[in-house]
């Protein structure tokens, strides 16, 4: 009986139900990082224990929500999130991996477009505010950044940018688009909510737009690629850059300078994104299989817990 309730819960409550899940789950992250930062900071600086509540809260708070919503609702969680191989992997992660640094201008000219956004002047106090916290939190990830020594580079990579990957892809592309899907009937217009769902959700408005054309571009790839892999691993080398540049940056190897904004001009954005579609509609759009597993989209059946 419960599976079948399950089953038959219609978009919207299955909306309901993924935010329910999320909130109780980030509250049991909340309690498992407060425990380990405690732990550690009783055994050095804290630091370790700070660096520890990263992998905790998107573990337990974006993954364990995907997978828990996946398996209530669609019976296989990781077939139903798109955790699978397809035809042409490998072609399709190298394409992925291109378009994703052939984005990079854009999202740098989109960067410094944002930052140059400013509330009316009566909420002066509030802007003042958020710029400060976006600034805390660049100064705590700077923390971990400059920690010396390949170990820990490999360990920023881990947790930095391998961690986020996977699990925010979980939620927000295997999760929540595909629910989108359904309740909007459109996959463009799911692909661009739940990209902004998922740059309002990193909490910085003068950070929007890059984020919010990521979480596009990872969308796509999710919708046409077939496999949560490939979008994953795009993320996790949009992350993996701006770790390897800027440890690179402090130790004089490449100039801060030019990890900080690449300064691209309009018409090298647009370019770069010329180059990022061409390469998409090429890999993604022309060579299409007709073999090619079921799209993300498309409704995986519902099979019995018992």
């Given at each position: 009986m419960i599976n079948q309730f399950f089953k038959d819960t219609k978009p919207g409550g299955q909306l309901l139900?993924?935010?329910?899940?999320f909130v109780l789950f980030f509250i049991l992250s909340v309690i498992l990082s407060a425990g380990f930062t405690l732990a550690f900071s009783l055994m050095s600086d804290g630091i370790d224990g700070r660096f520890a509540l990263l992998a905790v809260t998107q573990i337990v708070s974006f993954a364990c929500t995907a997978l828990l919503f996946a398996f209530l609702f669609y019976g296989k969680p990781l077939r139903h999130l798109g955790v699978r191989s397809v035809d042409?992997?490998?072609v399709k992660l190298l394409a992925a991996c291109l378009i994703l640094i052939c984005l990079l201008p854009m999202s740098d000219w989109l960067s410094r477009v944002n930052d140059?956004?400013?509330l009316p002047q009566r909420f002066a106090a509030m802007e003042e505010s958020m710029r400060q916290l976006g600034e805390k939190?660049?100064?705590q990830m700077e923390i971990y950044l400059t920690r010396d020594?390949?170990?820990a580079l490999l360990s920023n990579l881990l947790i930095m940018a391998l961690v986020p990957a996977v699990c925010e892809e979980l939620l927000f592309r295997g999760a929540l688009q595909q629910l989108f899907c359904r309740m909007v009937r459109n996959p463009h217009v799911a692909i661009w909510l739940t990209a902004a769902v998922f740059s309002i959700f990193h909490g910085e408005i003068f950070a929007f737009l890059?984020?919010?054309i990521l979480g596009a571009a990872l969308g796509y790839l999710f919708y046409y690629g077939g496999?949560?892999?490939i979008n994953a691993t795009a993320h996790f080398l949009n992350n993996a850059l701006a770790i390897v540049l800027y440890y690179l940056s402090t130790r004089g190897i490449v100039d801060m300078q030019f990890t900080e904004t690449l300064n691209a001009p309009w018409y090298l954005a647009l370019g770069g994104l010329v180059v990022a579609v061409a390469i998409f509609v090429w890999v993604f759009l022309h060579q299409k299989s007709e073999k090619q597993m079921p799209e993300p989209h498309?409704?995986?059946p519902v099979e019995s817990h018992e």
């Open positions: 139900a993924l935010a329910l899940i042409g992997m490998a140059a956004w400013h939190t660049q100064a020594g390949i170990g890059p984020r919010f496999s949560l892999w498309e409704t995986v």
